[in-house]
């Protein structure tokens, strides 16, 4: 049984329809990266599955368990976490201060902390500070430790090295590595170069429908599908 399975789902904003007929499955463990142009319909897919869209017809499944209709915070208790692209982050608050609010508790285990810590050392460095006052790399580590805090089986991680340099990138990288080997990412990348070094399963979207699925390995091996698909030539 799939992780996630995403089946026939059509998801509209006000009158436009945005997702047309997608599908398809993320095994448990490892990375799975959700490629397409600008405008395909990625984000939509991720705030579908978290709830924020309600999709229909189609349906969502997590576990087995038809998370279609539910809020997005019950869909959070399951287990999933979503990193925004605009990072989701409350700039008036100290770095602490935003992980103990994603917290299901208010509390942070000590143990969880100083793994969070060896993954994005900036963060213990600057604890104290308020999150506006961090560079943009660094926000981006803040949004992805949100996501991290606490044990969550799924994370939905969009666009997170846009705009980043590319020593952040690097470290970004090995950090989602270190993560998905006690979670599964689903990951939302235009760096096609970042993505096909830490993807083990991809799909491809273009105009609301998946067009393509596998292994990121086949794809990466394979240019004119690149091409046709992404555009990378251009």
């Given at each position: 049984m799939s992780l996630l399975s995403l089946n026939n789902v059509k998801t509209n904003i006000d009158q436009y329809a945005v997702l047309h007929d997608v599908s398809f499955e993320v095994a448990e463990g490892g990375v799975f990266v959700l490629l397409g142009r600008n405008?395909?319909?990625?984000?939509?897919?991720?705030r579908s599955i978290m709830g924020l869209w309600k999709p229909s017809p189609?349906?969502?499944?997590?576990?087995?368990?038809?998370?279609?209709?539910?809020?997005?915070?019950?869909i959070a208790r399951l287990g999933i976490a979503y990193v925004p692209e605009n990072m989701g982050i409350?700039?008036?608050?100290?770095?602490?201060?935003?992980?103990?609010?994603?917290?299901a508790k208010g509390k942070i285990d000590s143990?969880?902390?100083?793994?969070?810590?060896?993954?994005?050392?900036?963060?213990?460095?600057?604890?104290?500070k308020q999150a506006w006052s961090l560079s943009g790399?660094?926000?981006?580590?803040?949004?992805?430790?949100?996501?991290?805090?606490?044990?969550?089986?799924?994370?939905?991680?969009?666009?997170?090295?846009?705009g980043l340099a590319p020593s952040i990138v690097e470290a970004m990288g090995e950090a989602f590595r270190e993560i998905a080997e006690n979670s599964t990412i689903l990951?939302?990348?235009q760096n096609f170069n970042f993505a096909r070094k830490l993807g083990r399963d991809m799909a491809v979207i273009d105009?609301?429908?998946v067009v393509h699925a596998g292994t990121m390995a086949e794809f990466a091996a394979n240019q004119e599908l690149q091409d046709k698909l992404l555009g990378l030539s251009m």
């Open positions: 405008g395909a319909g990625k984000t939509t897919t991720l189609g349906s969502i499944a997590f576990r087995g368990q038809d998370i279609t209709g539910l809020h997005t915070a019950d409350f700039g008036t608050l100290t770095v602490d201060e935003n992980l103990v609010l994603a917290t143990t969880r902390l100083k793994w969070v810590h060896g993954l994005f050392p900036a963060l213990e460095k600057f604890r104290d790399g660094q926000k981006q580590m803040l949004s992805v430790a949100r996501a991290i805090i606490e044990p969550r089986e799924l994370i939905l991680i969009d666009e997170p090295t846009k990951l939302v990348e105009d609301g429908k």
